[in-house]
């Protein structure tokens, strides 16, 4: 069954360094999204993406963020320079359509930054 | 305001048990999605529900939906230890025209079933 791919499974950085995120979503799917989870805390939605532009943002997405597909398989987020509270579990999730479908998520990758 | 509340926090039953979780929303909604999330690992989609609709299964599992009170249960049935998880309800806004929407997490039911 096709699944959301994630790199890496843990990442280590130290503050104000930049780190890129990696997921490739399911092959047909067309929309895309950036999810993060503090530990402890709820699931938050971070960015969605679609036809090459980003489609929606929250709050937390602000200028030290942001995404790209770099080609026809990789989504990526970059976090430009990394503080403290940006330690969290990242999800990378696609789905066919938007608002009406199932989002499938990636297995997460864990980052801390010290 | 908070959106996809679920409750209990928490809920320890007997394996072979049912389990209940239930999830109140504030908002208008597309779908509210059920997932599972095995400690620090990823999210496991369940089930999606659509607005207009009330009931669904899949499985052992018994989803209800009711837009008018604005929320949702999740009955897993006969429980097994391997269900011990947490349980999230998720939502996904009407609709705006905009564009894509992200879902709408609650903090979770955390779920153990004893052996």
């Known amino acids: 069954e096709p699944e959301v791919t994630q790199t890496p499974s843990h990442q280590v950085t130290q503050m104000g360094q930049e780190v890129i995120l990696r997921c490739v979503p399911i092959?047909?799917?067309?929309?895309f999204y950036w999810y993060r989870q503090i530990l402890g805390q709820k699931v938050e939605f971070l960015v969605s993406?679609?036809?090459?532009?980003?489609?929606?943002k929250s709050e937390i997405f602000d200028d030290q963020f942001s995404v790209e597909r770099p080609d026809g398989s990789n989504f990526t987020l970059k976090i430009r320079s990394t503080k403290l509270e940006d330690s969290a579990m990242y999800f990378c999730?696609?789905?066919?359509?938007?608002?009406?479908?199932?989002?499938?998520f990636g297995p997460g990758t864990r980052l801390l930054v010290l | 305001s908070q959106q996809g509340e679920e409750d209990p926090q928490a809920l320890s039953i007997q394996e072979g048990e049912n389990a209940t979780m239930n999830c109140s929303y504030k908002t208008s909604i597309n779908n509210l999605q059920w997932y599972r999330q095995n400690s620090g690992r990823g999210l496991v989609h369940l089930i999606l529900?659509?607005?207009?609709?009330r009931e669904k299964h899949s499985g052992r599992l018994r989803v209800t939906l009711d837009t008018s009170k604005k929320s949702s249960s999740l009955l897993i049935t006969a429980s097994r230890a391997a269900d011990t998880a947490s349980y999230f309800c998720?939502?996904?806004?009407?609709?705006?025209?905009?564009?894509?929407?992200?879902?709408?997490f609650g903090k979770g039911t955390h779920l153990i079933i004893q052996p």
């Open positions: 998720a939502t996904a806004a009407m609709y705006s025209g905009g564009g894509a929407d992200g879902l709408t």
């Open positions: 092959s047909n799917h067309l929309y």
């Open positions: 993406f679609y036809n090459n532009e980003i489609s929606e």
């Open positions: 999730a696609s789905s066919e359509w938007t608002g009406e479908e199932t989002q499938y």
């Open positions: 529900i659509r607005s207009n609709e």
